[in-house]
């Protein structure tokens, strides 16, 4: 299924999960940028993190992208991963508190759209 032919929901679902790859994309990117100028305390640790961001980001482009393709198994990371997201923008380490609402919102919109027959269909 290609972009074009995938439902809306679907579409919209696919883009919250790709949206939430690239911001985790973007935060690699700025722990990188702050290690090279040494601002990191751990700069071995900075880095580790940041490839490991880099790591989940892809993962979340592949769900996406499963998603878009109505694929059964792209359901239960992207679940996995809104509780997450929920949990760490919850736990207060996310500054500022418009971001952490915003990534709560999406991770609330996206987990109840994982759940459209339009999006991703049920074959029980």
Same mark, same amino acid.
């Given at each position: 299924?290609?972009?074009?032919?995938?439902?809306?929901?679907?579409?919209?679902?696919?883009?919250?999960?790709?949206?939430?790859?690239?911001?985790?994309?973007?935060?690699?990117? #700025?722990? #990188?940028?702050?290690?090279?100028?040494?601002?990191?305390? =751990?700069?071995?640790?900075?880095?580790?993190?940041?490839?490991?961001?880099?790591?989940?980001?892809?993962?979340?482009?592949?769900?996406?992208?499963?998603?878009?393709?109505?694929?059964?198994?792209?359901?239960?990371?992207?679940?996995?991963?809104?509780?997450?997201?929920?949990?760490?923008?919850?736990?207060?380490?996310? =500054?500022?508190?418009?971001?952490?609402?915003?990534?709560?919102?999406?991770?609330?919109? #996206?987990?109840?759209?994982?759940?459209?027959?339009?999006?991703?269909?049920? =074959?029980?």
């Amino acid at each position: 299924m290609t972009f074009r032919s995938a439902p809306p929901a679907a579409r919209a679902v696919a883009g919250g999960v790709a949206l939430e790859g690239l911001l985790l994309g973007g935060y690699a990117v #700025v722990v #990188v940028v702050e290690t090279v100028r040494g601002e990191a305390k =751990d700069r071995i640790g900075a880095l580790v993190l940041a490839v490991v961001a880099l790591l989940l980001a892809a993962g979340l482009v592949a769900v996406a992208n499963g998603i878009l393709g109505g694929r059964r198994w792209a359901r239960s990371p992207a679940l996995v991963w809104q509780l997450l997201q929920v949990l760490v923008a919850l736990s207060g380490t996310v =500054d500022p508190r418009a971001l952490a609402a915003g990534l709560v919102v999406l991770a609330v919109v #996206v987990a109840i759209g994982l759940f459209r027959e339009d999006v991703i269909p049920r =074959d029980w």
